[in-house]
């Protein structure tokens, strides 16, 4: 990893670090504490209805948004969000307490980093798992570093500063114009983080259904976390406001490292592991500390950050291989982390007068961190599980492909010349390019796309379009389908 390689990824990691650090600034109260409260996610739950709207229909017509709307659509939104954290900042300083003004800006800064976050993760589709986890996780880093910095400025002072300074979003579009897509860039590791199962799985209803109903459970715990017990912000100290920097820092570096150093699990059954951790730790403190909640806050704000980035690192492996557009899965991604956390915040606030209670928070939190912790290492087993056996059927498919006994196989070259035959007639039938042929005639034989790329000397990214365009063309939207048709209609 060269340092052109990371000057080419730092407009796209740059203006994703201020789209949600305008956020932060503007709705979560800069995490002076745990955020605003009901400005946090009452804001969210009200801005995320459009865009589930927005979703739903993107899923039922299948439709793709133009490049031109995206276009514009940013640059109004980073317009709109720098707008309204001067108007935060404005409604702080001469309305104090809660009013509708508030709640109306919350929604805009919220609504409008919302899409700017989106518009960076869709450039990043296509992009290998290292290079999605250094963009992601260095904007995360810089984010926190800088709201930390910026905690011991009057908060008037803070939001100004801000309100221009999400405005170089249109700076960092215009670099970003000059710089190769992050999908064009090639950073070497053997992790493979979700993008190894979204690959293969990213419109399988059974792995979407496995990946929403974990960060769901989770979600609903972190709903529970950042307000304990009533739903309330619970306020730092500075002491707890910089070990909750330091903390958080400190798992997104340790992600990145582990993931750089090709540990296969950092991002799959690792983060997992990390956010439990987070979780029941933020509860033990809650139990220990009950007049200093900040203590356990410090870990429970840590957890919710670090879904956060998750959920990032998410949308763009689904991205990558989905054959939806990129604002479909952006908005599910983050629907499923923020529905339910906004709905139990929310919920809290208003039904703790009723129910004064700490120790059912705490159960339920307790009980969600376990069942969704152990309900994704269950599910990841069997998707390894299932995947040993379907490599094993490919093989076989390419046997009886090939009229072969296993100890009767060919070598390498033969069978290439072999499949590659087969994927010419299919280059006659489908109208494929040349490209697309050798692409297919490796698929076929059981490379992955990664390999295909290795193989070929062409970026992941253009490998997985290649692929893409043969699915389109030929119908056919599996490697065995591909194989089954050779199999029947080639001679």
């Not at 956060?308 to 899965?329: E, P, Q, V, W």
């Not at 952006?330 to 700490?358: D, E, K």
Request: hydrophobic share 50%; net charge positive; with cysteine.
């Amino acid at each position: 990893m060269t340092k052109e390689l990371l000057l080419a990824l730092l407009p796209t990691s740059m203006g994703l670090m201020l789209a949600r650090t305008g956020m932060i600034v503007g709705a979560y109260g800069s995490y002076m504490g745990t955020d605003a409260g009901i400005y946090t996610d009452g804001a969210s739950f009200i801005s995320l209805v459009p865009l589930l709207i927005l979703m739903v229909v993107l899923g039922l017509t299948d439709k793709t948004i133009p490049k031109r709307a995206i276009f514009h659509s940013t640059n109004l939104c980073i317009a709109l969000e720098a707008i309204g954290i001067a108007a935060v900042a404005l409604i702080e300083a001469h309305a104090p307490g809660f009013t509708v003004a508030r709640m109306a800006a919350s929604t805009l800064v919220t609504a409008s980093a919302w899409i700017c976050m989106f518009y960076w993760l869709r450039r990043c589709r296509g992009a290998s798992c290292t290079t999605a986890i250094i963009i992601v996780f260095g904007a995360m880093i810089a984010s926190e570093t800088i709201l930390y910095v910026f905690s011991f400025i009057p908060r008037m002072v803070h939001c100004l500063i801000f309100a221009m300074a999400v405005l170089a979003q249109y700076a960092a579009i215009a670099a970003a114009r000059h710089k190769p897509l992050p999908a064009e860039i090639d950073i070497k590791s053997t992790s493979r983080g979700y993008f190894h199962f979204a690959q293969k799985n990213a419109d399988s209803v059974r792995f979407l259904g496995i990946i929403a109903i974990g960060s769901f459970l989770m979600s609903i715990a972190i709903g529970f976390l950042k307000g304990f017990p009533d739903g309330d912000p619970i306020p730092f100290t500075r002491v707890t406001r910089l070990l909750y920097t330091l903390l958080i820092d400190g798992v997104f570096i340790g992600l990145l490292w582990g993931t750089i150093k090709g540990k296969k699990n950092a991002m799959t059954i690792g983060t997992w592991v990390v956010m439990q951790g987070l979780g029941s730790i933020a509860l033990l403190l809650f139990a220990l500390f009950p007049e200093r909640l900040d203590i356990g806050a410090v870990f429970g704000n840590a957890m919710n950050v670090t879904m956060t980035g998750f959920i990032l690192y998410l949308i763009i492996a689904f991205s990558s291989y989905g054959h939806r557009d990129a604002y479909y899965y952006a908005i599910a991604g983050w629907g499923v982390f923020i529905f339910p956390r906004s709905l139990v915040r929310v919920t809290s606030i208003a039904l703790y007068a009723q129910f004064p209670s700490t120790s059912l928070p705490t159960a339920l939190c307790g009980g969600l961190l376990l069942i969704s912790a152990q309900f994704i290492f269950l599910q990841f087993l069997m998707l390894e599980r299932d995947e040993t056996a379907a490599t094993k059927a490919t093989a076989i498919s390419v046997q009886r492909l090939l009229g072969i006994k296993d100890e009767a196989a060919p070598g390498t070259e033969m069978r290439k010349a072999i499949v590659r035959a087969s994927a010419q007639e299919m280059q006659k039938q489908f109208l494929l390019s040349d490209r697309e042929t050798e692409v297919l005639t490796l698929y076929a034989m059981g490379l992955t796309q990664a390999k295909i790329a290795e193989e070929l000397c062409i970026a992941p990214g253009t490998a997985h379009t290649h692929v893409k365009r043969i699915y389109s063309k030929t119908d056919l939207h599996s490697r065995q389908a591909l194989l089954d048709y050779i199999e029947r209609y080639t001679d």
